[in-house]
C-alpha cells in the first residue's frame, strides 16, 4: 500500500509554484501634474491652419511661438515661454519617464485596429499603427488605467478611432495614455482617444478629434482644424489599476519547483513498478 504522504512532495512542490505564479502588481497611474491643464503641450512652437477648437491651455517651452490663434479658438489661456509652460514641461518628462518606466503586462501584436483590450499596459518595441477601430474595455471601471508604450512612431490611418465601451460613466475616456519614443501623426479624420505624450513631435492632420491633450516633449505640435478637448478624470476613491507581472527570480523558482515535481512523480511511479 502507499504511504499516506506519498503524493505530498508533488503536491506541495505544485502548491509552492502555484503561490510563486500569482502575480505582482504595479500601479499604472501616470500623473500629469502641472500639464493636466494642458491641452496642447510643445517644446519648439504650436502651428495651426484652420477652425481648431482646443478646451484646455495651450502652451510652449522654452520655445515662444504659438500661431493660428485665431482663426484657431482657445477655451483656456494662451502660455508662450511662460512659468506655466516651463513647468508643464519638466511635469511632461515626469509622466513621460513614469509611462515608460512601467512593466509591460502585454506586447502590442501587429495592427491596433480591430483588437479590443482591456486595461492595462501594452508595449511595442518599435513603431505602432492604427487602422480602424481599436476598442478599449473599461470592465465597468472608471478609474480604469491604459498605457501604451511605443518605442518609435505612432501612425493612424486616415479615419481611424479609439473607442471605448464599458466605462462606467466615464464619459470623457480619461485614464489614457500613450507613450511615444519618437513623434506622433494622426492621420486625416481620425477620432482619438489619450494624452499622447511623444518624446519630439506630435501632427494632427485635417480633422482629427482628440479627447485628450497632445503633448510633445522636444520638438513641434502641428495642427489643423482640430477639436481638443482635454479630459480629467477625478483621482480613483480606491486602489490604482494594476497590471500583472511576475519578477525574473519568481520564474526561475517556478521553473526549478516543477522540475523537482516532474522528478517526484517519476520517482514515485519508478518505486511503485518495482
Same mark, same amino acid.
Given at each position: 500500500?502507499?504511504?499516506?504522504?506519498?503524493?505530498? !512532495?508533488?503536491?506541495?512542490?505544485?502548491?509552492?509554484?502555484?503561490?510563486?505564479?500569482? !502575480?505582482?502588481?504595479?500601479?499604472?497611474?501616470?500623473?500629469?501634474? /502641472?500639464?493636466?491643464?494642458?491641452?496642447?503641450?510643445?517644446?519648439?512652437?504650436?502651428?495651426?491652419?484652420?477652425?481648431?477648437?482646443?478646451?484646455?491651455?495651450?502652451?510652449?517651452?522654452?520655445?515662444?511661438?504659438?500661431?493660428?490663434?485665431?482663426?484657431?479658438?482657445?477655451?483656456?489661456?494662451?502660455?508662450?515661454? $511662460?512659468? !506655466? /509652460?516651463?513647468?508643464?514641461?519638466?511635469?511632461?518628462?515626469?509622466?513621460?519617464?513614469?509611462?515608460?518606466?512601467? !512593466?509591460?503586462?502585454?506586447?502590442?501584436?501587429?495592427?491596433?485596429?480591430?483588437?479590443?483590450?482591456?486595461?492595462?499596459?501594452?508595449?511595442?518595441?518599435? $513603431? /505602432? &499603427?492604427?487602422?480602424?477601430?481599436?476598442?478599449?474595455?473599461?470592465?465597468?471601471?472608471?478609474?480604469?488605467?491604459?498605457?501604451?508604450?511605443?518605442?518609435?512612431?505612432?501612425?493612424?490611418?486616415?479615419? $481611424?478611432?479609439?473607442?471605448?465601451?464599458?466605462?462606467?460613466?466615464?464619459?470623457?475616456?480619461?485614464?489614457?495614455?500613450?507613450?511615444?519614443?519618437?513623434?506622433?501623426?494622426?492621420?486625416?479624420?481620425?477620432?482619438?482617444? &489619450?494624452?499622447?505624450?511623444?518624446?519630439?513631435?506630435?501632427?494632427?492632420?485635417?480633422?482629427?478629434?482628440?479627447?485628450?491633450?497632445?503633448?510633445?516633449?522636444?520638438?513641434?505640435?502641428?495642427?489643423?482644424?482640430?477639436?481638443?478637448?482635454?479630459?480629467?478624470?477625478?483621482?480613483? $476613491?480606491?486602489? /490604482?489599476?494594476?497590471?500583472?507581472?511576475?519578477?525574473?527570480?519568481?520564474?526561475?523558482?517556478?521553473?526549478?519547483?516543477?522540475?523537482?515535481?516532474?522528478?517526484?512523480?517519476?520517482?514515485?511511479?519508478?518505486?511503485?513498478?518495482?
Amino acid at each position: 500500500m502507499r504511504p499516506l504522504g506519498a503524493a505530498a !512532495p508533488p503536491l506541495a512542490v505544485f502548491g509552492i509554484a502555484a503561490a510563486l505564479f500569482c !502575480p505582482l502588481t504595479a500601479s499604472a497611474q501616470v500623473a500629469l501634474g /502641472a500639464a493636466q491643464n494642458f491641452a496642447v503641450l510643445a517644446s519648439t512652437a504650436v502651428t495651426n491652419v484652420g477652425a481648431t477648437v482646443v478646451t484646455g491651455d495651450v502652451g510652449v517651452s522654452p520655445g515662444a511661438s504659438i500661431t493660428g490663434f485665431p482663426p484657431g479658438v482657445v477655451v483656456g489661456t494662451l502660455h508662450a515661454a $511662460s512659468a !506655466p /509652460a516651463a513647468q508643464a514641461q519638466a511635469a511632461l518628462t515626469t509622466a513621460y519617464n513614469t509611462a515608460a518606466g512601467l !512593466p509591460c503586462g502585454a506586447p502590442i501584436v501587429g495592427d491596433l485596429g480591430g483588437q479590443i483590450l482591456p486595461p492595462g499596459v501594452y508595449c511595442a518595441p518599435t $513603431s /505602432a &499603427g492604427l487602422t480602424g477601430a481599436l476598442t478599449l474595455d473599461y470592465q465597468g471601471n472608471p478609474n480604469a488605467v491604459f498605457v501604451f508604450q511605443i518605442g518609435t512612431t505612432l501612425t493612424t490611418a486616415a479615419a $481611424s478611432s479609439v473607442v471605448a465601451i464599458n466605462t462606467g460613466g466615464n464619459t470623457c475616456r480619461g485614464n489614457v495614455n500613450w507613450q511615444v519614443g519618437s513623434s506622433a501623426t494622426l492621420g486625416t479624420g481620425t477620432s482619438f482617444a &489619450g494624452n499622447i505624450l511623444a518624446l519630439v513631435s506630435i501632427t494632427l492632420t485635417t480633422g482629427v478629434q482628440l479627447a485628450g491633450r497632445a503633448l510633445a516633449s522636444n520638438g513641434a505640435v502641428t495642427l489643423d482644424t482640430n477639436t481638443i478637448t482635454a479630459c480629467t478624470v477625478p483621482p480613483p $476613491s480606491g486602489s /490604482a489599476s494594476s497590471i500583472p507581472t511576475l519578477s525574473e527570480w519568481a520564474l526561475i523558482l517556478l521553473s526549478s519547483m516543477m522540475a523537482m515535481g516532474g522528478w517526484f512523480i517519476i520517482r514515485r511511479r519508478g518505486a511503485s513498478a518495482i
